[in-house]
């Protein structure tokens, strides 16, 4: 028997087209003579649907038609239950889409790097690749990540953070610790976004002014980062779980401006929708020996401090006067699954899918091993709304 995958993609996220990418080029690796692939397209409304013209990046060009070649499908909240079912059910016949054995999300963005979706699963117990709730909510935050990789002496750049009601209510306080912690220029980005939507340079106050506004329609938490002038970017991909790990070769992203930007990321600078492995890039990276194996210890601390799980990019910066490194961010479900490093390093996309599949699986035997709920009822006891300490001879 096959193992059915379920591939979730799309969602309700500013990134919604590069995760359609991702998973399409994820989908086409998965070695067919092993698994099944059911895909599921969670559309911007957050409706899902499956169906085999899910498969043809080339059909999402016209949404509407697409989805009348697909069927509507939900997941029951139950937990064990990995059915997915038909919205629409027939008076006759059977109202079972598919069963998964287990899930691959390759959601980017808000409403499914950042936990949400991986909450689902877990609320429904199915085995699925990826971090786990705690970890993507903590990956994709840009603040909640920096005080954790601070706390545990993973070089960061200088910040400040805040929400959007606080920037209204104290903006000339805030303005004030941003001008006298980190000074000009810095970096504004919404808190709990990815590529580089929402992100700007500000050189003075007008235009701090300006960029805080930007980040604010995207998120209601911003952070301003200290920015690095002489920038030179690097990033590795780590694959395992946070104690057994390994790290990818180094890529440099070549941008075209300051800062890296969506058209730099995905399209390469054209429109050929390959997703990240479009990006212009030198791999590997052309660094020392030293500096090389630094930020690859780096990266995999991240991602062990970090509790990741499955495949991550750690996206690293360094000063290229001081030869200072930073960790900037963790994309703990990167654009195309970083397989383009993963093959530098000798690793096939089908053996990467294979290994997220193995990884998937082995957290469910871990899980299942631990303890969550006692067999013992308290009700029997004699408890009542005082609790047991309360009841009448229960001692």
């Known amino acids: 028997?096959?193992?059915?995958?379920?591939?979730?993609?799309?969602?309700?996220?500013?990134?919604h087209e590069i995760s359609v990418i991702s998973a399409n080029q994820a989908?086409?690796?998965?070695?067919?003579?092993?698994?099944?692939v059911v895909p599921v397209y969670i559309t911007k409304q957050g409706r899902w649907y499956t169906g085999d013209a899910l498969t043809d990046v080339k059909n999402y060009r016209d949404i509407p038609?697409?989805?009348?070649?697909?069927?509507?499908v939900y997941m029951k909240p139950v937990y064990g239950d990995y059915t997915l079912?038909?919205?629409?059910?027939?008076?006759?016949?059977?109202?079972?889409a598919a069963t998964l054995d287990v899930v691959i999300p390759v959601?980017?963005?808000?409403?499914?790097e950042d936990g949400i979706f991986e909450g689902v699963l877990e609320t429904i117990g199915i085995p699925y690749a990826g971090c786990n709730t705690l970890a993507?909510?903590?990956?994709?935050?840009?603040i909640t990540m920096k005080m954790i990789l601070q706390a545990d002496g993973i070089p960061v750049v200088d910040y400040v953070w805040f929400t959007d009601k606080q920037w209204f209510a104290d903006r000339d306080n805030l303005i004030a610790k941003i001008e006298s912690k980190i000074g000009y220029p810095v970096i504004v980005k919404p808190a709990n976004l990815g590529s580089s939507v929402g992100i700007g340079r500000a050189e003075n106050r007008e235009q701090l002014l300006?960029?805080?506004?930007?980040?604010?329609?995207?998120s209601t938490r911003i952070i301003v980062e200290d920015m690095v002038e002489n920038l030179q970017e690097i990033n590795c991909s780590v694959l395992g779980d946070c104690d057994e790990y390994r790290t990818s070769v180094l890529e440099e992203p070549i941008k075209s401006g300051e800062i890296l930007s969506y058209t730099d990321k995905y399209m390469g600078g054209s429109k050929d929708n390959r997703g990240m492995h479009a990006a212009q890039k030198r791999i590997p990276a052309d660094l020392p020996a030293d500096e090389t194996e630094q930020i690859r210890h780096l990266?995999?601390?991240?991602?062990?401090?970090?509790?990741c799980h499955g495949v991550s990019r750690v996206d690293m910066m360094i000063d290229a006067v001081t030869r200072r490194i930073y960790v900037n961010e963790i994309n703990t479900i990167p654009g195309s699954l970083s397989f383009y490093l993963w093959e530098a390093a000798g690793l096939r996309f089908d053996e990467l899918m294979d290994n997220l599949v193995r990884l998937a699986f082995k957290r469910k035997r871990e899980q299942d091993s631990k303890t969550v709920s006692y067999d013992a009822n308290i009700f029997a006891l004699g408890g009542g709304t005082k609790g047991v300490k309360g009841a009448k001879g229960v001692k």
Not at 210 to 218: I, K, L, Q
Request: glycine share 10%; aromatic share 10%.
């Open 65 to 72: 038609a697409l989805l009348r070649q697909c069927t509507e």
């Open 210 to 218: 300006e960029r805080v506004d930007d980040a604010r329609r995207y």
């Open 136 to 142: 993507s909510a903590n990956g994709m935050d840009k």
């Open 107 to 112: 959601l980017h963005g808000s409403n499914g």
């Open 1 to 15: 028997m096959k193992t059915t995958i379920g591939v979730f993609f799309g969602g309700r996220s500013t990134e």
């Open 27 to 36: 989908m086409a690796a998965i070695n067919r003579d092993k698994y099944d």
């Open 299 to 307: 990266a995999g601390e991240t991602f062990r401090v970090l509790s």
């Open 85 to 96: 079912y038909k919205a629409a059910k027939k008076l006759f016949g059977s109202d079972v």
